[in-house]
């Protein structure tokens, strides 16, 4: 992230940039292309169940169809501003762009968990360019006194992705297969690849030969992946228990402390991590990985409830998730215009304990809840998200040094993937052990009279028939218990994020947001 790339307008005369409509087409292309990469993080989150089944596999496993691809996009983030030094930023885009579709179109092709996974991780690699470069290329392309409506474009497109993601995903995997979930990302990647090249090349920048911090990608890879499939795998190898666990741990542990060591050394590290020195930008940090992987543990945990516990149909349980970003997608200008009028810690703090509020309601669920009841606590969640989030960006960008406002972008971009990616395995591994130790408990106080199962007898009902239909209501509390518990560790997790903003200092400098780069 060392090697920002320039986002600043070329200067006029340069070439002949676009205006009016063209101008706007080109800002669509963009954003449209922004979306689809958003999209796929929430696409797939109300399908794993079905792609788990049809694939063979358990809906734990299936889980990595999510954490495989926001792992993968988390490690190519901090590659754009080399890539694009190196090779040019419409290049790298319009390549990133194309080869979405490429492995999009194998994720659906896919025969087996293994390829499946395989496959996103290439698409999540494919996708990191993608979200960073759409924004600088729009911030390129508009004039400066414009930067405001073009930021306006591409974040009303990073809010709606979340919200359309699951209800298309459920719709496509109800009515046709879940390989559509993928397959509807080619025609879309092809022609933005096309249409971005042909009317962004003029806008190139010069590329030069800049050297590429090698051994810190290198242990940012071990690191990162070694603490993602121990979290992944741990559940089902019963943790420390295990020699493969323990090995990961050791694995994670050092090449995390490695990778601390180089990064803060090299001279042109991958990651600048020197940006946390800032006080303020360090809080922003701690407050987005609480704050947002509370927020994708949510959105994971909610369909699996809804899917396995009340038996919803994936297109019903991505109609109740997408309730809870109608009211982000309104809330955000008014977010933007008081961060403007207001210390930024005071809405971010709001924003942060609305959220915990909201979460601790949900978790008074029941078995026999109606659809209405289940989403209004979603949609009432919609106001709290860019109340803490909009003006988090600001705070953040305008606790460190105008130089290094592009690595403290990037850097916010890469904590915000990884915490959504960490907050998944730790979401479903805790679900599933809780559900089980919820169900032994139940099992052991549970007709523990015999009174019921006589009556059920009496009714007509086989023994064996009676003993299983006592074990699926069991099973059926078991999963509301897991989930109503999670939803509470998941609250004070919010309640921690809204404390954390308190060590935050005032921001030094208002942020111009054409300085931000990716």
């Known amino acids: ?92 885009f319009c390549l990133s762009v194309a080869m979405f579709g490429v492995f999009s179109l194998l994720c659906g092709m896919s025969t087996s968990l293994g390829m499946l996974i395989g496959m996103r991780v290439m698409q999540g690699m494919a996708g990191g360019p ?31 992705a979340p919200v359309v993601g699951p209800v298309l995903g459920g719709w496509l995997c109800d009515n046709y297969s879940w390989s559509w979930v993928f397959f509807i990302n080619v025609p879309m990647a092809a022609a933005f690849s096309v249409i971005a090249w042909g009317m962004l090349k003029n806008y190139e920048d010069p590329t030069v030969r800049s050297r590429i911090d090698k051994v810190g990608m290198l242990l940012l890879v071990i690191w990162v992946a070694s603490l993602q499939i121990m979290l992944d795998e741990g559940k089902d190898l019963d943790w420390f228990s295990s020699d493969e666990i323990r090995i990961l741990a050791v694995t994670a542990a050092i090449g995390f402390v490695s990778f ?35 927020f994708f543990g949510l959105n994971v945990l909610t369909p699996l409830w809804l899917q396995y516990n009340m038996s919803y149909t994936t297109t019903w349980a991505g109609l109740v998730v997408a309730w809870g970003g109608v009211l982000s997608v309104l809330f955000s200008p008014i977010a933007a215009n008081l961060a403007n009028r207001i210390d930024a810690r005071y809405l971010i703090f709001f924003g942060t304990f609305w959220l915990a509020g909201d979460t601790f309601w949900r978790s008074l669920a029941t078995s026999d809840m109606s659809y209405w009841a289940i989403c209004v606590p979603l949609f009432f969640m919609g106001i709290g998200m860019p109340m803490y989030y909009v003006p988090l960006t600001g705070l953040a960008m305008g606790s460190v040094n105008e130089e290094e406002t592009a690595s403290a972008a990037g850097l916010m971009n890469f904590v ?9 395995s730790l979401v ?7 559900s089980y130790i919820a169900h032994a408990e139940l099992a052991n106080v549970v007709d523990h009279s015999g009174q019921a199962t006589a009556a ?29 518990g999670l939803m509470v560790v998941i609250g004070f997790v919010f309640l921690a994020a809204s404390a954390a903003i308190c060590l935050a200092p005032k921001a030094m400098r208002t942020v111009d947001p054409s300085s931000v780069g990716h």
């Open 1 to 92: 992230m060392e090697h920002a790339v320039s986002n600043m307008p070329h200067e006029q005369g340069q070439h002949a940039g676009l205006k009016g409509g063209m101008l706007w087409l080109g800002g669509i292309i963009l954003a449209m292309a922004n979306f689809v990469a958003v999209l796929n993080m929430t696409i797939a989150n109300v399908t794993v169940p079905n792609m788990a089944g049809a694939l063979g596999a358990g809906s734990s496993q299936g889980t990595w169809v999510i954490t495989s691809y926001a792992v993968a996009e988390a490690i190519t983030v901090p590659l754009t501003g080399w890539l694009s030094s190196r090779f040019g930023g419409v290049r790298v």
């Open 130 to 160: 993608l979200l960073a470069l759409s924004q600088t290329l729009l911030l390129r392309i508009f004039p400066k006194e414009q930067s405001m409506q073009a930021m306006g474009l591409w974040a009303m497109t990073t809010l709606l």
């Open 260 to 294: 601390l060591i180089w990064e803060l050394t090299e001279k042109d590290p991958i990651v600048n991590l020197r940006v946390f020195r800032h006080r303020g930008f360090s809080s922003c940090m701690l407050v987005l990985a609480l704050a947002f992987g509370a």
């Open 416 to 424: 915000r993937t990884l915490s959504g990616a960490f907050a998944t």
């Open 428 to 434: 479903t591994t805790s679900w599933q052990d809780r």
């Open 456 to 484: 059920l007898r009496q009714g007509g009902v086989l023994t064996q028939a009676g003993r299983e239909l006592t074990n699926m209501m069991v099973t059926g509390q078991s999963l509301l218990l897991a989930t109503n």
